[in-house]
Each structure stands twice: as C-alpha cells, then as structure tokens.
C-alpha cells in the first residue's frame, strides 16, 4: 500500500469545516494551509538528520538537524498553490518549483501549459502537492516528468484522495508514498470526489 492516511481527530474537525458548504474563502485557504503543515510533519518524518553542535544557554551539546536544501516543494497549479505556505512555513529553505496542468473535460487526460523546477531539482526529494486525487492522472504526469528529470526520490501530499487516483500511483509508480488527510468513497460519473470538498482551486481562490 502507497497510502499513508492521517487518521486523527484533530485533522477530522479541521476537515469536517474544510469540506462544509457554508465555510468562506478565508477560511478555507486557512484550513487547507493548517492541514498542509499537519501532512508536511507526517512526510519528513522519515528524514535524515544532520549532527551539529549547538551551544545552549547552560551547555554545548549534539543534535540532529534538518538539511532543508535537499527539499523542493511542487505544487500542482493552481490548486496546489493554496498548499505551499503550510510546507515552506516547516522548511522555509525549500525550493519551489511549478508545473501546470488542467484536465481535458471530455477527455479526462491532463494537458500541461507550464513547468519550472530548480535547477538541481535532481538532487532534491520533490514533494508535489495537490489538495485532490481523483483520477491520478496530473498527478502521475508529474511524477513522469519530475523522474525524467532524474529525480529519485518523490512524495505526494494531498488532503482528499479518491481510491481510484490512488489506484493508479501504485500501478505507475509504486515508488512514490502518497500522504494524505482521508480517503473518501470514490469518483462520480464526472470523475470529481464524491463526498468530496468542491473544486479546491475554487474554494481557495474564490473564483466561483
């Protein structure tokens, strides 16, 4: 299984509001940023530290500390975008990088219009975000373009996912971990998340 599922009540009240019809702009984009930095924890938790030596107020001692350079942040546009603050507020000293996709309506398949990643982005673990999997196809194209980048390491982070889009991760990159806040019933007849949240680029942005 790629999934890892935050399975906690405190991330169940703040998606519980996220997913209410009646909750405005405000606070969604504040509750979308809270859940980020609640999946961030979840994902580093793995991570390598570094020892160092640091000089408290009473004494010298060793500890471990993050090396935030092997880091690069990359939303999914636009929706990912409302994702980014609740990271680099954890890891300030990630790089950002961008790619651009929307979904073909008749289609279903997603179409790139943009693609900027840090110049040693291969160097770096990419952590993509997007507050919705439903069909996992944007988001399998972006791991397709990061490792052909030369990328080694990625993870995904998404706050709803449907277990159709996470189906189709573990079948074309089972390499890659998926964290995400829950995991809802699955697609309607128009491969949107059915409980669900609405359009998350909508709701971030107040655009509709």
Same mark, same amino acid.
């Given at each position: ?11 169940? #009240? ?11 702009t405000k606070e969604f984009r504040e509750l @979308? ?5 609640? /999946? ?8 390598? /530290? ?7 107020? /009473? ?9 935030? !350079?092997? %880091? ?25 990088? #961008? ?15 943009? %693609? ?13 975000? !997007? ?12 791991? +397709?373009?990061?490792?052909? +980048?030369? @990328? ?9 996912a449907a277990p159709e889009g996470i189906k @189709?991760?573990?079948?074309? #990159?089972?390499?890659?971990?998926? %964290? ?11 491969? %949107?998340? @059915?409980?669900?949240?609405? +359009? ?9």
């Open positions: 299984m790629n999934e890892i599922v935050l399975n906690h009540p405190l991330i169940t #009240h703040k998606l519980g509001i996220l997913r209410s019809v009646t909750t405005g @979308v940023t809270e859940i980020s930095t609640l /999946l961030c924890y979840e994902a580093t938790r793995d991570a390598k /530290l570094e020892e160092v030596e640091i000089e408290t107020p /009473l004494a010298k001692m060793q500890t471990g500390q993050l090396n935030e !350079d092997n %880091y690069a942040v990359v939303p999914i546009l636009r929706a990912g975008m409302g994702m980014v603050d609740g990271i680099i507020n954890v890891i300030p000293n990630a790089k950002v990088g #961008h790619i651009g996709l929307y979904r073909n309506e008749e289609t279903f398949e997603p179409v790139e219009y943009y %693609y900027k990643m840090p110049s040693d982005i291969k160097d770096r673990i990419a952590m993509i975000i !997007d507050p919705m999997l439903a069909t996992g196809g944007s988001v399998s194209a972006t791991i +397709d373009k990061l490792k052909a +980048d030369g @990328v080694k390491q990625i993870k995904f982070l998404c706050i709803v @189709v991760i573990e079948t074309n #990159h089972p390499d890659v971990q998926i %964290y995400c806040a829950v995991v809802d019933k699955g697609l309607n007849e128009n491969k %949107y998340i @059915v409980p669900g949240l609405g +359009d998350a680029g909508d709701r971030i942005y107040g655009t509709k």
